[in-house]
T-cell receptor
Framework: NAGVMQNPRHLVRRRGQEARLRCSPMKGHSHVYWYRQLPEEGLKFMVYLQKENIIDESGMPKERFSAEFPKEGPSILRIQQVVRGDSAAYFCASSSLVLGGLETQYFGPGTRLLVL | SQKIEQNSEALNIQEGKTATLTCNYT??????LQWYRQDPGRGPVFLLL???NEKEKRKERLKVTFDTTLKQSLFHITASQPADSATYLC???????????WGAGTKLIIKP
């Protein structure tokens, strides 16, 4: 039973380019969360999605950032016109209403974004 | 504002001893608290969840306590092993059934 998968694991972009991060939740999970982590800091919630719906995007910057979780395929976190301050590790987590409940989140290995 | 604190200094423990990590919080009344383990270059891994009406939870060599009066949780690893070396994160939940507030983590080093 594959866990949460994220790709790419490492992404290097120049300022002004777009970054696209992908997340495939655990099998049977329909709830996806995106987090951002800076060194020596806690995880910061960005957005919570269900299939085809954004439930809570209160932690995501209003500009340049967007997220989707289509009916088919992985969830995508998209950062347009990246700046150096976007450099961080971005983690995706998934959960199930059945297995462990929404409180128990299972994390992917993360995508480390470096903006040059 | 809500604040969650974990010891930022690394904790060095001799193999075989009990390691105890602390999570303190302020301006918050969580319905539950979770502990995760994070290894370098990897995502957090869920370990234990304890609810506000539970005083203690155990899982194999792990024990978590939750004191809502002191606003503190303690995380214990008994008979510690070098493989237990990692960063341990605590996270509070409650305002919603999904949004967590995360501590920055404590790095635990178990010396053989």
């Amino acid at each position: 039973n594959a866990g949460v998968m994220q790709n790419p694991r490492h992404l290097v972009r120049r300022r002004g380019q777009e970054a696209r991060l992908r997340c495939s939740p655990m099998k049977g999970h329909s709830h996806v969360y995106w987090y951002r982590q800076l060194p020596e800091e806690g995880l910061k919630f960005m957005v919570y999605l269900q299939k085809e719906n954004i439930i809570d995007e209160s932690g995501m910057p209003k500009e340049r950032f967007s997220a989707e979780f289509p009916k088919e395929g992985p969830s995508i976190l998209r950062i347009q016109q990246v700046v150096r301050g976007d450099s961080a590790a971005y983690f995706c987590a998934s959960s199930s209403l059945v297995l462990g409940g929404l409180e128990t989140q299972y994390f992917g290995p993360g995508t480390r974004l470096l903006v040059l | 504002s809500q604040k969650i604190e974990q010891n930022s200094e690394a904790l060095n423990i001799q193999e075989g001893k009990t390691a105890t990590l602390t999570c303190n919080y302020t301006n918050y009344s969580p319905a539950y608290l979770q502990w995760y383990r994070q290894d370098p270059g990897r995502g957090p891994v869920f370990l234990l969840l304890i609810r506000e009406n539970e005083k203690e939870k155990r899982k194999e060599r792990l024990k978590v306590t939750f004191d809502t009066t002191l606003k503190q949780s303690l995380f214990h690893i008994t008979a510690s092993q070098p493989a237990d070396s990692a960063t341990y994160l605590c996270a509070l939940g409650g305002d919603s059934n999904y949004q967590l507030i995360w501590g920055a983590g404590t790095k635990l080093i178990i010396k053989p």
